[in-house]
């Protein structure tokens, strides 16, 4: 067993653990990928403010997300087809986020249902949605997160179409996975994920069971996207949604302060700036470099989450610094699932948790609610 110590070290596990094809569905983005990179490269150019001298003896990470405690600053992001990068991958994910004292999102994408992730967890679990031509789909979905007791309500914005991620077709991804020719060779290296993913229970989407048939390759899925997600939203949709949903509400996918502002006026109760991992608009900014004008432009009116790049406590810090309340993870947690499942999701959060820690010490900062700019260098 390699010695895990960052989550490029769990990425690097995920890549020798898990099929190619899946490896990039979630490590890629869309066209060119220069989204994807410039969400990482400007967290990377931030350098932080060393100060010294200052007791640093009691460091607390423990604050609050939409009201409900938490030990840290951070949360698990919707993820589509989770169970594909490790059997039950939705479970294993809101068992090790609960244990650890963090929210998990579950996807409306996801492989494992909301009623299998409820029968499985204790805790409650955020549920995430995206709006689709069928409405009495979504108040289906609202029902049933309802009766998951579910604590929050994610919409997610920013996939009214959907951009090509081209490591997908290029590689073959189908769901459910199969065994072909093409793939064979690197399936058969894989023979912990075959047997228990290509040959397991659950391999396709669990919350779609009669809506998407059981066959589909990536080209039907994205043809049922094309389908059924409804590319005529608009502002009065979220704010029907507001209307049937009457807990925390999460809109996800803000990138311009006129559309925070929007999104307050609609009702959310936090917002979360993202460019869904670089995976849609290819040629936007990256999240942190928008990150500080739309939490001037909500001012407090809501809470501003934020994803995109987070692969340590370094950029969770970088990212509070910035007016974030919370950061969520989309890809170290995939990495991390697939590299160890349960156990991995949970060394991925406690070495974020110790970087995030000591951070905070050595910018001479004593708790999340002391960070602001002037742990940053300008
Ligand atoms: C493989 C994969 C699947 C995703 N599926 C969804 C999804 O179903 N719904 C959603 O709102 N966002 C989805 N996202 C976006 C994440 O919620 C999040 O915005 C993004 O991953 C954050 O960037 P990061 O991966 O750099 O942490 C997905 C991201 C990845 C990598």
């Known amino acids: 067993m390699p010695m895990i110590l960052s989550v490029e070290d769990l990425r690097q596990l995920a890549r020798r653990r898990i099929p190619r094809a899946i490896f990039d569905y979630a490590d890629g983005g869309a066209y060119d990928e220069h989204t994807l990179r410039r969400n990482a490269a400007d967290l990377d150019s931030m350098t932080f403010r060393q100060r010294v001298m200052v007791d ?3 460091v607390s990470l423990a604050t609050s997300l939409l009201g ?5 600053p951070l949360a698990i992001a919707p993820t589509g087809l989770a169970g594909l990068f490790h059997a039950d991958g939705e479970i ?3 068992r090790a986020a ?6 998990f999102c579950l996807s409306t994408m996801s492989i494992c249902s909301i009623e299998d992730v409820r029968a499985a967890t204790s805790q409650p679990f955020w549920f995430q949605q995206y709006l689709m031509k069928d409405r009495g789909f ?10 998951a007791q579910c604590s929050a309500l994610m919409l997610t914005l920013d996939l009214q179409v959907l951009a090509d991620r081209r490591r997908d077709p290029r590689n073959g991804l189908t769901i459910p996975p199969r065994l072909t020719l093409r793939n064979a060779f690197d399936v058969a290296t894989k023979p912990s994920w075959a047997l228990k993913v290509l040959f397991g229970k659950r391999r396709t989407f669990g919350n779609l069971a009669g809506h ?5 390759g990536i080209r039907t899925l994205a043809e049922w996207t094309a389908a059924q997600f409804d590319a005529t939203v608009n502002w009065r949709d979220v704010e029907w949604v507001r209307s049937r949903w009457p807990g925390k509400l999460i809109l996800k996918g803000v990138l311009d302060a006129e559309d925070a502002r929007s999104g307050v006026a609609a009702g959310a109760d936090a917002i979360v700036v993202s460019n869904h991992g670089g995976r849609q608009l290819d040629g936007a900014p ?5 990150l500080q004008e739309i939490a001037t432009a909500i001012d407090g009116r809501c809470e501003v989450l934020f994803d995109g790049g987070i692969r340590s406590g370094q950029d969770i810090a970088k990212a509070l610094a910035l007016g974030a309340r919370g950061a969520l993870i ?5 990495y991390a699932l697939s590299a160890l499942g349960e156990a991995g999701v949970t060394k991925a959060i406690e070495i974020m948790r110790n970087e995030l820690r000591v951070t905070l010490a050595l910018t001479g900062t004593s708790s999340v609610g002391a960070v602001g700019p002037h742990i940053l260098r300008s």
């Not at 609960?98 to 929210?103: K, L, N």
């Not at 989309?330 to 995939?334: D, M, N, P, Q």
């Open 68 to 72: 409900a405690p938490v030990s840290m």
């Open 98 to 103: 609960a244990a650890c004292g963090i929210p």
């Open 212 to 216: 998407i048939g059981g066959s589909s």
């Open 56 to 58: 640093v003896s009691n």
């Open 330 to 334: 989309g890809k170290s947690f995939l």
């Open 92 to 94: 294993l994910g809101a």
């Open 138 to 147: 979504n108040q289906e979905l609202i029902d049933r997160a309802a009766a």
């Open 286 to 290: 990256s999240t942190i470099s928008v």
